[in-house]
């Protein structure tokens, strides 16, 4: 169970961010919508543990983990959340396949090949495993990359803006895919977007 | 995967920037590490040739010429002296023994020494086959001789007037190879012995009377030569000097080789021989470290400008790791994202600098082996450096830490700024 109370973050005296309260039970997911320049960004920061809010309280089952020491944070992040950026990002010089296994080696998971093969063959990269990032195509890559965020088994799935570049088609096929890989993981899917295409996909959504 | 092997990956995927690291690392400590060899190797050969001669009396001239050439026998004698003169010293109570030498002629760029059968013992050199010269005309190979010119025993050949090929040739009297030695990686493997006989009789028909000496052996069956004959086989080192004995008062040496019974020898002879006679006296230890301090000079200018390379490697390893960091700053960032720690990311980039120094330096003395290999092959039959090492020495485990403390030094700004890392702001800016 996710749950945040009053979270406040100020970069400077004109960027003063007040976010709303978020209580997010098991298995549900959430779309939080925004305009740019709302703070999207930095909320998901903040909820990925990236980005210490100055007030409030944000606590995952019970854990305040924004209080955890650095390594230990960095752990938490590893194993509980999985990220899914607006673009794509690899390490670039290693192959998609060893891009999971490095995902699952970070977060302290066994480095289960299989597993990572599996996964990439179910999104449709069957035949790209060995590739470098830099050789898939756009749409091959946004794939991977939740490929990359899913393979550890994370809790909460967070996902910055993964469909403000894309056509209608391929909006839905993400929001499906995102939607799949949260499902069989049993993950919370967390959206932040402008994309207002996505609202009628969710039951819960906040709006910032 | 883990971060041991993504270094390794992002190494590779920079092959121009890890090369060129690589490359000067190499270069820089290969200059060291051969310098150090080399001298090393110098010092030992020059040290193993001297098998405990404590003083060398030969013609007046320079005295670091003297000792090159009649120990080393890589330069020009400085002149003839009068056996009997120098002979004197041997009956000195300090001296112990001594060898004379007589040399100036060569075969095909070897020299042919003449001497007594106490030269060889000196380097504790035994025969490999045949047997030690028992009458004039007759040679002792040293090995190197023997393969480079595939002589056997039994074979012929004529002497060279003068140390370089391409001297006139003394074709009135011909050597007979009757031994060859055992390779012992010194000067006697480039030298042909022979008696001091052989070479005045080659140079002077008059000093040596001929007939009676061929006769010795051949022909007459008289008294002291009688033994040479029958035995002629073993090795006669006691007759070939019963036949030393009949030197003649005018006959002259080129050099006459002394060890001393005691350290007092050091204080009195040298001085002695200089202030008293028309000779020579040179003490190879003293010539020795004087050459080596000349050559210091220059060994320390190359030791400098190898330094400055490694200084220069270091450089290049801190701008390839600099540059791609600034290019891979949002892999890091993503890197923690998934969970890795700040000091994960740190072992990283220090091992991505780390191991260029290192394989740098192991390259390094692995090519100066390699060169030094290749030197001495070439020059193995000018000059007597056959000996040859591959273990590492003493002066050159010095460059592994050295080489660490440049990766180091290269890696700490890439490591600071990679510890520093500001994830959110990278996340927002890519």
Same mark, same amino acid.
């Given at each position: 169970m996710l749950q945040s109370e009053s979270i406040t973050f100020a970069y400077d005296k004109e960027n003063q961010f007040l976010f709303p309260d978020i209580k997010l039970e098991k298995e549900e997911d959430l779309l939080i919508l925004g305009e740019s320049g709302v703070g999207k960004t930095t909320l998901i920061q903040i909820l990925a543990g990236l980005l210490k809010p100055q007030s409030g309280t944000l606590k995952y089952n019970g854990l305040?983990?924004? @209080? *955890?020491p650095s390594k230990e944070l960095d752990q938490f992040r590893g194993k509980h959340i999985g990220m899914v950026f607006q673009r794509p990002h690899f390490v670039?010089?290693?192959s998609i396949l060893d891009n999971l296994l490095l995902s699952l080696y970070l977060s302290n998971n066994e480095q289960d090949k299989e597993l990572a093969i599996h996964l990439l063959e179910q999104i449709g990269l069957a035949d790209k495993l060995?590739?470098?990032? @830099?050789?898939?195509s756009q749409g091959e890559q946004q794939r991977a990359a939740i490929a990359m965020a899913v393979v550890k088994n994370p809790d909460i799935i967070l996902a910055d803006e993964?469909?403000?570049? *894309?056509d209608d088609t391929n909006c839905d096929k993400i929001i499906t895919l995102l939607k799949e890989q949260a499902s069989s993981t049993n993950a919370q899917l967390i959206i932040i977007t402008? @994309?207002?295409?996505?609202?009628?996909?969710?039951?819960k959504s906040i709006i910032l | 995967m883990n971060i041991r092997r993504l270094g390794w990956r992002n190494l590779l995927s920079n092959p121009l920037n890890t090369t060129l690291s690589l490359l000067l690392m190499t270069f820089g400590v290969g200059v060291i590490s051969l310098l150090l060899l080399l001298n090393n190797q110098i010092e030992q050969q020059l040290k193993a040739n001297?098998?405990?001669? $404590?003083m060398v009396v030969g013609a007046k001239g320079s005295p670091l010429q003297l000792i090159l050439s009649s120990i080393y026998h890589i330069d020009n004698p400085t002149g003839n002296i009068s056996y009997a003169e120098a002979n004197k010293?041997?009956?000195?109570?300090?001296?112990?023994f001594t060898i004379p030498l007589s040399f100036g002629d060569s075969y095909n760029g070897f020299r042919i020494v003449g001497t007594t059968p106490q030269y060889p013992e000196l380097y504790e050199v035994s025969l490999k086959e045949g047997r030690m010269w028992?009458?004039?005309l007759e040679v002792v190979l040293g090995s190197t001789v023997a393969d480079v010119h595939q002589l056997k025993i039994g074979d012929t050949f004529y002497g060279t007037h003068?140390?370089?090929?391409?001297?006139?040739?003394?074709?009135d009297y011909a050597y007979e190879v009757v031994g060859i030695l055992e390779p =012992?990686? =010194?000067?006697m493997d480039q030298l042909i012995l022979t008696n001091s006989h052989s070479v005045w009789k080659v140079h002077n028909h008059?000093?040596?009377d001929d007939d009676h000496d061929h006769a010795n052996c051949d022909h007459d069956h008289d008294h002291h030569d009688h033994a040479n004959c029958d035995h002629d086989? =073993?090795?006669e080192v006691e007759l070939s000097i019963s036949e030393d004995?009949?030197?003649?008062? $005018?006959a002259m040496i080129t050099a006459l080789l002394v060890k001393f019974k005691s350290p007092v020898g050091f204080i009195q002879l040298p001085r002695k021989v200089n202030e008293t006679t028309s000779l020579q006296a040179a003490v190879p230890a003293l010539e020795i470290s004087r050459l080596t301090s000349l050559l210091g000079f220059g060994v320390k200018t190359i030791n400098g400008i190898a330094y400055i390379i490694i200084i220069v490697s270091g450089l290049s390893i801190f701008i390839s790791l600099y540059n791609s960091l600034k290019k891979r700053r949002y892999e890091l960032a993503l890197m923690r994202v998934h969970g890795a720690s700040k000091w994960q990311l740190v072992k990283l980039v220090l091992q991505e600098g780390m191991t260029l120094s290192l394989l740098g330096a192991i390259f390094g003395v692995l090519i100066s082996r390699l060169t030094l290999f290749f030197m001495t092959f070439l020059m193995e039959q000018k000059y007597a450096? =056959?000996?040859?090492?591959?273990n590492l020495i003493n002066e050159e485990l010095w460059l592994f830490p050295i080489a660490l403390f440049i990766g180091l030094a290269a890696s700490l700004i890439p490591t600071i700024q990679t510890y520093n890392i500001n994830i959110p702001k990278t996340l927002s800016n890519a």
């Open positions: 305040s983990y924004h @209080d *955890l670039r010089n290693i060995n590739c470098k990032p @830099d050789e898939l993964p469909t403000s570049s *894309l402008h @994309d207002s295409r996505l609202k009628s996909q969710f039951k | 001297l098998k405990g001669i $404590d010293f041997s009956k000195n109570s300090l001296v112990d028992s009458r004039s003068g140390l370089v090929e391409g001297g006139h040739v003394h074709d =012992s990686y =010194s000067t008059e000093t040596i086989h =073993s090795e004995l009949s030197i003649p008062d $005018d450096v =056959s000996s040859f090492q591959f």
